[in-house]
């Protein structure tokens, strides 16, 4: 009797473990919705991306529903004084799964000429740390990386 029931047991059990996975990515998905502005960046792979008085980051974490399952959408902006050039704005995508974030692709990219905005960010896995109103996205590849912001 036990065993008939077996492979039933292990499914739900299965089912529920997924289910409680899902849960734990979209509420990380709803707590990242919004902006969020670059605090300090450490090991940064070029020397044109820095944050002082004169140039800020931004993260814009843009809704995303089924964040297991779906790929969610992110805007990173650079506030600075370009003069003739627009400031630079990157649509990416990413992936979440437990606290791994994941870009896998940019959609649209506007740059001023040195700026390197997707070169930071392009083919990164992060670990993400939310806490106390701050984020943590901590380069998995090299630890010594990593960006710290807070909402706005």
């Known amino acids: ?13 299965l089912a529920v473990v997924m289910l409680f996975s899902c849960a734990k990515e979209n509420a ?3 707590s990242l919705e919004g902006t969020w502005e670059w605090e300090s960046i450490s090991e940064a792979p070029s020397a044109h991306i820095g944050v002082n008085d004169s140039t800020r980051h931004f993260f814009k974490f843009l809704p995303c529903k089924k964040a297991y399952t779906a790929s969610c959408r992110c805007v990173y902006t650079i506030e600075k004084n370009w003069n003739l050039y627009s ?7 990413y992936d979440l ?3 791994e974030l994941s870009i896998t692709q940019f959609l649209s990219t506007t740059t001023a000429p040195n700026s390197n905005t997707n070169g930071i960010l392009k083919d990164r896995r992060f670990t993400l740390i939310l806490k106390d109103g701050k984020m943590e996205l901590r380069n998995v590849q090299k ?9 706005k």
């Open 87 to 93: 400031a630079p704005s990157d649509t990416f995508i």
């Open 97 to 99: 799964k437990r606290d």
């Open 28 to 30: 990380t998905v709803r």
């Open 143 to 151: 630890s010594s990386f990593k960006i710290v912001a807070f909402k």
């Open 1 to 13: 009797m036990i065993k008939a029931n077996m492979p039933y047991f292990v499914t739900v059990f």
